[in-house]
């Protein structure tokens, strides 16, 4: 059994898929395709590319996703994107924030479906990597059966044949990022007619989807499902992607993904990159076993401290470790 990596992805998150985040992620599956979080195209073009746009070769498969309207602009970032070498450049058309907003990009290009296609376009034409969308399923009183199909359709008369769709409107008046992310009601059959409708492009499902039930239901007629929060709070599920979703591969449990992890940590450590930048992406590992707590605790207390090392970690996992074989 073999599947394109976005036969399951973890989402683009502001402030949580940096590049350590997308390191610890890949020490529990080889196969997921992960996202940046979104980096704007003048960020791109003027900004510091290391720090933005830098990432780690274990991470691949990678896609940088880009925040924007300008053609140009866009197509430019793209391309210094995919000769870092990045597999993938991804729209962000679903965003919400007002900041996002103000810039004329994000959910609110929902309302402008030929501008996202021409956007699309010049990505396409810049880059050799695939270009493609993230999107909502509509805005405030758009209605998403037109809005999210006339979206689709001008992208993929762009050449654009790979969406993932969050099955929600997002509301630019009125609700904040984080009540976008749950108030609006989902409408997977949407996304589902849509990839009934469009059988010939790759259609990916957002939102929502917090447990295998889900996840296994969706994959019976979606070409993929894109995992967000479910995966970062609770990181375990991403040790079962190979095997359960790939057909590869055995799951990976919690201590063989620190244990991964490490090198990581000892290199950038050695860089001087500080200790608690990392392990913050790890404190949901482990939820509900016995010292979960106390992983928690001693990570994210010691972790802030100057120096902090390996240590920190080696404290961490003593807490735990007895527990969790005393357990099984």
Request: net charge negative.
């Amino acid at each position: 059994m073999s599947f394109a990596p976005h036969r399951l992805s973890v989402a683009p998150m502001m402030d949580w898929t940096d590049r350590h985040c997308r390191a610890f992620h890949r020490t529990l599956t080889t196969r997921a395709l992960l996202y940046t979080e979104m980096v704007t195209a003048q960020a791109v073009i003027n900004g510091d590319r290391g720090r933005l746009l830098g990432f780690d070769p274990v991470e691949h498969p990678v896609a940088l996703q880009l925040g924007g309207s300008d053609p140009g602009l866009l197509a430019d970032a793209a391309k210094i994107g995919a000769d870092l070498g990045y597999d993938e450049i991804n729209l962000n058309v679903g965003c919400p924030s007002d900041r996002v907003q103000s810039g004329r990009f994000g959910a609110c290009l929902m309302q402008e479906p030929q501008l996202v296609a021409d956007c699309m376009a010049a990505i396409g034409a810049a880059v050799p990597v695939p270009a493609t969308v993230k999107c909502r399923i509509g805005v405030d009183d758009q209605d998403p059966e037109e809005s999210l199909f006339t979206l689709v359709d001008a992208c993929a008369a762009a050449g654009v044949t790979s969406f993932s769709v969050h099955a929600r409107k997002a509301w630019l008046q009125g609700l904040s990022p984080k009540e976008n992310r749950d108030v609006p009601p989902l409408d997977y059959g949407l996304v589902q007619r849509l990839k009934a409708e469009r059988p010939a492009l790759t259609i990916v499902l957002n939102g929502g989807l917090t447990d295998w039930a889900a996840i296994d239901e969706a994959l019976t007629w979606a070409d993929g499902v894109m995992l967000g929060r479910a995966a970062y709070h609770n990181p375990d599920m991403l040790g079962l992607v190979d095997s359960h979703v790939f057909g590869e591969g055995e799951p990976v449990d919690g201590f063989a993904a620190v244990e991964r992890y490490r090198p990581y940590l000892a290199r950038k450590l050695s860089e001087g990159v500080p200790l608690s930048a990392m392990v913050r992406h790890m404190l949901g590992l482990f939820t509900g076993r016995p010292g979960a707590r106390a992983w928690r605790r001693i990570l994210t207390v010691e972790g802030v401290k100057p120096g902090a090392g390996l240590e920190v970690l080696d404290r961490s996992l003593a807490e735990l470790a007895p527990r969790a074989r005393a357990a099984e």
